[in-house]
């Protein structure tokens, strides 16, 4: 199995097993305004000049559910800020395998280059659909070159995104399939309004890399202790608390990291 079929496996199955189209343009949305790009976390942390500045370069996109927006050796042209969109991060092995990396959503950006042919080190799919703002990396290039703040607020939530994969590697081989399971839901409801969650079992196996049946054992687990409820493509999760109980260091040290990015941001 090839990167490809895999990416397409993964995206059909978050369009409950419809065809992914990958060649599907992001036709910029009309009527946006510099009080929408502050839906994203970075950019609203940017100074009103800085914004305005940058704001004729952005254009808002929906980001459709399932839609590729690079895949690993690709060119990086854009750079992507979601506003109301999840993005997965994927890591897909020769023989097939796939591992989620890390989640992005409004607090954060995805395919950021800030060298000439840069080539992608993952591949990047839309896991709930939404809209976001893209950038050309050229633009952002220039960007850096002239200093100001969104070098340093990048800069920031790099850390905070290692973090997370870090985490994540080390939740990989140390947490069991329940811990493994509460984290990928609290990463997205972090990331989300309310607290219900609409993914199914086959994309949450694909993007954890373990059998469907092993994801069934775990929901089933977590529902009869009262802390989700699953019915057919849908989570909704009843306490957070416990959830959080439940996936303990496997995700608490990310979102501690992630908690700090956000305190320095509103501080800049």
């Given at each position: 199995?090839?990167?490809?079929?895999?990416?397409?496996?993964?995206?059909?199955?978050?369009?409950?097993?419809?065809?992914?189209?990958?060649?599907?343009?992001?036709?910029?949305?009309?009527?946006?305004?510099?009080?929408?790009?502050?839906?994203?976390?970075?950019l609203a942390a940017l100074p009103r000049a800085e914004l305005e500045a940058l704001f004729p370069h952005l254009e808002l996109v929906p980001l459709p559910l399932g839609k590729e927006l690079f895949e690993y050796g690709?060119?990086?042209?854009?750079?992507?800020?979601?506003?109301?969109?999840?993005?997965?991060?994927?890591?897909?092995?020769?023989?097939?395998?796939?591992?989620?990396?890390?989640?992005?959503?409004?607090?954060?950006?995805?395919?950021?280059?800030?060298?000439?042919?840069?080539?992608?080190?993952?591949?990047?799919?839309?896991?709930?659909?939404?809209?976001?703002?893209?950038?050309?990396?050229?633009?952002?290039?220039?960007?850096?070159?002239?200093?100001?703040?969104?070098?340093?607020?990048?800069?920031?939530?790099?850390?905070?995104?290692?973090?997370?994969?870090?985490?994540?590697?080390?939740?990989?081989?140390?947490?069991?399939?329940?811990?493994?399971?509460?984290?990928?839901?609290?990463?997205?409801?972090?990331?989300?309004?309310?607290?219900?969650?609409?993914?199914?079992?086959?994309?949450?196996?694909?993007?954890?890399?373990?059998?469907?049946?092993?994801?069934?054992?775990?929901?089933?687990?977590?529902?009869?202790?009262?802390?989700?409820?699953?019915?057919?493509?849908?989570?909704?999760?009843?306490?957070?608390?416990?959830?959080?109980?439940?996936?303990?260091?496997?995700?608490?040290?990310?979102?501690?990291?992630?908690?700090?990015?956000?305190?320095?941001?509103?501080?800049?």
């Open positions: 199995m090839n990167t490809t079929h895999t990416l397409h496996r993964a995206s059909s199955a978050l369009l409950g097993g419809q065809a992914a189209d990958k060649a599907l343009a992001l036709a910029p949305l009309p009527g946006a305004s510099p009080g929408h790009a502050q839906q994203n976390e970075l690709s060119r990086l042209d854009y750079v992507f800020f979601p506003t109301s969109a999840i993005l997965a991060l994927l890591y897909v092995m020769e023989d097939g395998a796939t591992t989620e990396i890390a989640v992005i959503g409004h607090e954060g950006v995805a395919g950021v280059s800030l060298f000439m042919h840069e080539r992608a080190i993952c591949s990047a799919v839309v896991q709930s659909a939404g809209a976001g703002f893209r950038l050309r990396n050229q633009t952002l290039r220039e960007v850096f070159a002239q200093g100001g703040m969104l070098p340093q607020l990048l800069m920031r939530y790099t850390n905070a995104l290692f973090a997370q994969m870090a985490q994540n590697a080390v939740g990989g081989r140390h947490s069991s399939i329940e811990q493994k399971l509460c984290r990928w839901l609290l990463d997205r409801l972090d990331r989300s309004q309310g607290n219900v969650l609409k993914v199914t079992q086959e994309l949450i196996s694909i993007m954890l890399g373990v059998r469907r049946e092993s994801i069934t054992a775990a929901a089933g687990k977590l529902q009869d202790e009262g802390l989700i409820h699953y019915r057919r493509g849908t989570i909704t999760v009843l306490d957070r608390q416990g959830l959080e109980h439940y996936a303990g260091e496997c995700y608490k040290v990310a979102k501690t990291e992630y908690d700090r990015l956000l305190m320095d941001v509103a501080r800049c």
